[in-house]
């Protein structure tokens, strides 16, 4: 677990909060010293509304007056507008640096960690969650700030007027105190499960988004419909609940105003008719429990707005312990020419999770640097694991994956990356333009090389079709491409990255005789110059790889090359007169 991880583990959720809260404390200050002044000039209003009575009962003029009044007035409005700016603008700086932080964490995120949640729930807590620090910030922070400011001031003014009488208010009010430490943790129970529910909406969104026309030609379109109604009525139930319990809050600190003044004025009044104080004081003091009330209740709403915010800070929180990988700066692309990658698995052990079986019982094989590597074997025996632990998607639980001879967990995580180029079985193509999707991989290539590129993929007929070209826009996974030129498009992405090592997982799906043969040519041009490691579903790749790796339940049960292994190995055999055979 990184440094980064225990540290947010250890915090607080308002610790998290000041952490985000920090880098704008200033305007935070300047904000609340504003609003604190619109308040202030809104009580010199009444002074100078009594000179002007005075003014004119005395038939002076009252010119001054007046424009002192619309002065104040005014000067009020624009402190007012100001200061409201001023907090909203720092509460949305607050938000955007919660969700630049979160959405940085979460591009470093470890696959397993990934795999272990669900993505829609992430992206709500990017998004939702952080919205909810707004209110936090301006209505919490600083109404706690300003609001207990006006208490302590006027909690000390009532001892100055009336001890006793301040002990009885005090008492009165640890009472209300003490029924709304009840209520309050409520409220933040209620906003978390309500929280909850929209990230498990972001869930469910996301996987009907992701497999709409599965769900379409399934007809499960009204049970999915139920899935999400259900969440959105969950939050809404939750939010209500934590509504009723605001609600309670809010009504127990008003009660407990009444109950104060009520016994203060039934206890002062046995203290004036003992002549403990006089009728003055007692007017006094009830006049600081009328004046207390505002405060009171700026405070109890600052409390119950800050559960719903500390909801979300437990959440993003959530986030941003899941295990991520350290961060680092991109590393430079291989040069071109440079050296190809020798590889090597010793007795690697593996298993996707402890309460999962293991993958990989000692898995072993080396690979000499530039030539064609196929792995075969049947489906589940580990093979497109051996790439994710060689892009260090995972690590192995025992043994030793060796890359130029050195252990990948001593590479620097970006460079044993970048000496890679890899394309996955189902070819994920981005929304986006194709250029987009070419380059993804390395933004700098060049228009010579993409040329190129495009030409050994087949795709520079396709492109020369498109009315856009290069620029037209793919859709939501590329589903504007069909399945083979999703798959030409990511090897041309992983060749433009000029990779030392290419990681090949071969679609199960044809393509075309024809490009399959172009493809298949260019692969073997490519293994010229660079270590080619291929998940192999054809006959024709296995026969034209220097050696074939068969895997089998985890185990590397032989190693040799087509014609070694037909005779030597029975799998092998198998495998070849049937699966490949079928696709020959
Ligand atoms: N992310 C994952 N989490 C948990 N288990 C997984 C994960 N990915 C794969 N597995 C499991 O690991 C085993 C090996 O999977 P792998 O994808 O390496 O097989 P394969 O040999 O490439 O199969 P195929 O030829 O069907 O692609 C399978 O039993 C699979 O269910």
Known sequence: ???????????????????????????????????????????????????????????????????????????????????????????????????????????????????????????????????????????????????????VATVVMMGLVDPVLLAVTVGVILVAGTVLGVIVPRINRASREAQNAVGAMGASLERILGALRTIKASGAEHREEERIHEAAEESWRQSVRAAKWSAAAGNTAGLSMQIAFITVLAVGGGRVATGAIDVGTLVAFLLFVFYLMSPIQQVVGALTQYQTGAAALARIQEAQRLPAEPASRPAPLPSPGAEPAALAFEDVRFRYAEDLPYVHHGVTFAVP?????????????????????????????????????????????????????????????????????????????????????????????????????????????????????????????????????????????????????????????????????????????????????????????AVGTHRELVTADPLYAELAATQFLATA
């Open 1 to 151: 677990m990184s440094a980064q991880e225990t540290e947010t583990e250890q915090q607080p959720a308002w610790r998290l909060l000041l952490g985000y809260v920090r880098p704008h404390r200033w305007t935070l200050l300047l904000g609340a010293l504003l609003a604190l002044a619109t308040g202030a000039s809104g009580l010199a209003l009444p002074l100078v509304a009594r000179e002007l009575i005075d003014d004119l009962s005395h038939d002076r003029p009252i010119t001054g007056a007046l424009l002192l009044m619309s002065g104040l007035v005014i000067a009020n409005a624009a402190i007012g507008a100001l200061g409201a700016y001023v907090l909203r603008r720092t509460a949305e700086s607050v938000v955007l640096g919660a969700r630049r932080t979160l959405s940085s964490y979460l591009l470093r995120l470890r696959i397993a960690a990934v795999d272990r949640s669900e993505p829609g729930d992430l992206m709500a807590r990017i998004t939702s969650d952080t919205t909810l620090l707004r209110e936090v910030t301006t209505d919490s922070l600083v109404g706690l700030g300003t609001g207990g400011l006006t208490l």
């Open 369 to 557: 640097a530039r030539g064609m590597t196929a792995f075969v074997g049947p489906s589940g025996a580990g093979k497109t694991t051996v790439f994710s632990l060689i892009e260090r998607f995972y690590d192995p639980e025992a043994g030793v994956i060796t890359l130029d001879g050195r252990d990948v967990t001593d590479w620097e995580l970006p460079r044993l990356r970048s000496a890679i180029g890899y394309v996955e079985q189902d070819a994920p193509v981005l929304s986006g333009s194709l250029r987009d999707n070419l380059l993804l991989g390395n933004p700098d290539a060049d228009e010579g090389e993409l040329t190129r590129v495009l030409k050994t993929t087949r795709l520079d007929g396709l492109v020369a079709k498109l009315p856009q070209g290069l620029e037209t826009l793919v859709g939501h996974r590329g589903t504007k491409l069909s399945g083979g030129e999703r798959q030409r498009v990511a090897i041309a992405r992983a060749l433009l990255r000029r990779p030392r090592l290419l990681l090949l997982d071969e679609a199960t799906s044809q393509l075309d005789a024809v490009n399959e043969a172009a493809l298949r040519d260019t692969v073997a041009d490519v293994a010229r110059t660079t270590t080619v490691l291929v998940v192999a579903h054809r006959l024709s790749t296995v026969t034209m790889a220097d050696r074939i790796v068969v895997m089998d339940a985890g185990r590397v049960r």
